[in-house]
């Protein structure tokens, strides 16, 4: 198991705990992704607590049809897009039972990149509840990698979306 493998298996047994903590439930809305994050929640036994459904939309009539991104979205803004990939993770809170959802679209490589979207080129999106966040990642590397640390980043941004941050300094009389 490689470093980063390994970095996803703890932020996903980290995710499982918050989730079930707070009796609350995730869906996935994956493109270049293809399942990755799915994948990787659903590995851990006992996951059907926590995580609802994935959907692997990488066609862009998949985002249409299974979360309901609208097509003119996709044909203005392109697959691999702010609009698109929050648009993908309302969808996938919209069309699940789930609480909390992680989205990702772009151009893993090693070809379909542009001088608009290069190679690397990455759209996560999450949603908690009705508040949907996004990021852009530019990243390097093989299709794998570049797979790998979508995984790893979106994992790990909706655990910090979920953990109320620490009070900061304390007063001490």
């Known amino acids: 198991?490689?470093?980063?493998?390994?970095?996803?298996?703890?932020?996903?047994?980290q995710l499982a705990a918050r989730l079930t903590e707070k009796?609350?439930?995730?869906?996935?809305?994956?493109?270049?992704?293809?399942?990755?994050i799915a994948a990787a929640?659903?590995?851990?036994?006992?996951?059907?607590?926590?995580?609802?459904?994935?959907?692997v939309t990488y066609s862009n009539e998949a985002k249409t049809e299974m979360l309901g991104v609208p097509a003119e979205l996709i044909a203005r803004h392109g697959a691999v897009s702010e609009e698109?990939?929050?648009?993908?993770?309302?969808?996938?809170?919209?069309?699940?039972?789930?609480?909390?959802?992680?989205a990702v679209t772009g151009v893993a490589g090693p070809s379909g990149g542009s001088a608009e979207k290069p190679?690397?080129?990455?759209?996560?999106?999450?949603?908690?509840?009705?508040?949907?966040?996004?990021?852009?990642?530019?990243l390097s590397g093989s299709r794998t990698s570049i797979?790998?640390?979508?995984?790893?980043?979106?994992?790990?941004?909706?655990?910090?979306?979920?953990?109320?941050p620490a009070p900061h300094g304390a007063q001490c009389n």
């Open 1 to 13: 198991m490689s470093k980063q493998e390994a970095n996803i298996e703890e932020l996903v047994q």
């Open 23 to 36: 009796g609350w439930m995730l869906a996935t809305a994956e493109s270049c992704t293809g399942g990755m």
């Open 41 to 55: 929640c659903t590995d851990l036994a006992g996951s059907s607590q926590w995580f609802e459904r994935g959907f």
């Open 84 to 102: 698109v990939v929050r648009a993908m993770a309302e969808g996938a809170l919209r069309h699940s039972c789930a609480q909390v959802s992680i």
């Open 119 to 138: 190679v690397g080129t990455v759209w996560v999106g999450w949603g908690v509840h009705n508040t949907i966040h996004s990021q852009l990642l530019e």
């Open 147 to 164: 797979r790998l640390a979508s995984t790893s980043h979106s994992l790990q941004h909706l655990l910090s979306a979920i953990i109320p």
